[in-house]
């Protein structure tokens, strides 16, 4: 396959780069290849994390394969998020270390909003500006959220110790409205999320008739999760409650790894979500335990749920919540990496048992992240390698995952996947526990809100032709904890590099509407 040496080079190039991958799915002799490909498989019930490594078996499947694409955005990206309208336009954030002013080599960093308007082929900058000058230029963490019904897109700038701005638009990145969003102290790892006004409680009515919604807001404090929430479209915000997780639990106990540290839990935690009521969920690791947030009253009060008795890796759980109230949430185990799906049919209350969803050769992952569409169509997105070595094999290739299901309420459901890379060219290499190189944080993925609810997903490209990481075997990401040389890239290696990626689903599984196949790509 050609190399991305000369792409690299231009932006616009980039920008226009598309790779199919029908070709790896020709049948089931690539299933559990080290280069990955198609498979079709059964999830493994496990209620606990075993010893040795779960895996999963390829099964017959004469169906429709799902068949994926990707598209370089044209900026460099860290953690992407992602948002599709009812039009088709597709939305993300890129966030590179290049904000003006600063002190090179140690840059503060910056966010894009790029948009979409071919069906994720192209992107061009709808930054929020005004007369045409950039509104935001500096943003320690990058998030875009479009609102599916009303179609309205929210962008968020962290401004550290300085509270949030937030900009949203109603015509899709023609023209932003502006609001200064403060809750109280430190604002990191946000999330953004808007969802029916919740029935009683005394809680004041919404005012925007072009949005009728909660918005809530929800942050890592440092000591204690918080919310603030919006009844009018994101203009002003008041602060809620914290969202239940305390930063210090005394009653954990003290180990010297970095989820179970003398019972300090942090207070990091995933992307919320709302229900048809107006339910909010907001899914964490809690000191290893995967957890998760309810609040039935707009944020005022929460109760904590623990999803499953296997230990969970890092914090950012991912969960996504169907028109029935059905909730499905994934994460990562802490022995294996390994990712897990768990299903509530009684809005989060209780749970059933735990399902490693890694396709047949897949031994290490990262960043698993849901959505769903109709009940029980669910699609996933991680990063995963099928090296065998873990951390001994320093240049391990790992590829873009998606993982499909249409029927992920019964009791024994079947799990689609491909990789959206080409087989040749990895996204990663090496180390991809943690912030896996400088795909940073969350990754997203999203069934458009027409369209048959076709799977979008972000992915970074931290593999590129930066130390011919795309084309040899090179050491990739070292690993390192250090803020300065992560941002200087001095311990990056070959991941040092971070493209933005935008994957699409080309043909497969239909997760909205009557069809059950997506026979053609994006029309737009």
């Not at 966030?95 to 994720?120: C, H, I, Q, W, Y």
Request: charged share 20%.
């Amino acid at each position: 396959m050609r190399s991305r040496r000369s792409a690299l080079l231009t932006l616009v190039a980039l920008a226009s780069t598309a790779v199919t991958v029908s070709a790896l799915a020709s049948g089931t002799s690539t299933l559990g290849a080290p280069a990955g490909g198609f498979a079709a498989y059964h999830g493994t019930r496990l209620t606990a994390a075993p010893k040795d490594l779960p895996s999963n078996k390829a099964v017959a499947y004469k169906g429709t394969k799902l068949v994926l694409a990707q598209a370089y955005i044209g900026r460099k990206a860290a953690e992407p998020t992602l948002g599709v309208d009812r039009k088709g336009d597709v939305y993300t954030v890129a966030a590179a270390f290049d904000a003006l002013p600063g002190n090179p080599p140690k840059n503060e960093p910056r966010t894009f909003v790029m948009r979409s308007t071919d069906g994720g082929r192209t992107f061009k900058d709808d930054s929020p500006q005004v007369s045409g000058v950039r509104t935001q230029n500096v943003s320690t963490d990058p998030y875009v959220y479009v609102e599916p019904t009303s179609g309205r897109v929210f962008d968020i700038d962290l401004q550290g110790v300085n509270g949030a701005h937030l900009s949203y638009s109603d015509d899709g990145g023609k023209t932003w409205t502006d609001s200064l969003l403060t809750t109280a102290g430190v604002n990191d790892h946000q999330t953004l999320v808007a969802g029916p006004l919740p029935e009683g409680g005394g809680l004041l009515p919404l005012s925007d008739p072009k949005f009728q919604k909660v918005l809530y807001y929800c942050t890592n404090g440092i000591a204690y999760g918080s919310c603030a929430r919006s009844y009018d479209g994101g203009r002003t915000f008041t602060q809620a409650n914290q969202t239940g997780y305390q930063a210090v639990n005394p009653g954990y106990l003290a180990t010297f790894d970095l989820d179970h540290n003398e019972g300090i839990c942090g207070s990091l935690h995933g992307h919320a979500v709302t229900d048809y009521r107006g339910r909010l969920f907001i899914p964490r690791g809690y000191c290893q335990i995967p957890m998760i947030g309810i609040s039935e009253d707009a944020g005022t009060t929460f109760t904590d749920v623990q999803v499953a008795k296997v230990l969970m890796s890092g914090q950012q759980a991912s969960v996504a919540v169907d028109k029935l109230g059905n909730v499905y949430y994934v994460f990562q185990d802490a022995e294996h990496n390994q990712p897990y799906l768990v299903v509530s049919r009684d809005h989060g209350r209780h749970w059933g048992t735990p399902i490693m969803i890694a396709p047949p050769g897949v031994n290490e992952t990262n960043f698993p992240t849901i959505d769903v569409g109709d009940p029980g169509r669910i699609a996933i997105t991680f990063p995963g390698s099928t090296s065998t070595l873990g951390h001994k094999d320093t240049t391990r290739p790992w590829n873009s995952y998606v993982v499909v299901s249409t029927n992920a309420l019964s009791t024994d459901p079947l799990f689609l996947s491909n990789i959206a890379n080409p087989k040749n060219d990895p996204v990663a290499r090496g180390d991809c526990s943690n912030r896996c190189g400088r795909m940073y944080d969350f990754l997203d993925i999203v069934s458009a809100p027409d369209d048959q609810g076709r799977i979008y997903a972000t992915a970074v490209d931290t593999c590129t032709s930066l130390l011919s990481c795309s084309s040899k075997r090179v050491p990739g990401n070292y690993d390192s904890n250090d803020v300065v040389q992560e941002e200087t890239a001095h311990d990056y290696g070959a991941s040092a590099d971070m493209q933005g990626v935008i994957i699409r689903e080309v043909s497969g599984p239909a997760l909205r509407g009557r069809a059950t196949t997506i026979t053609h790509d994006a029309a737009r």
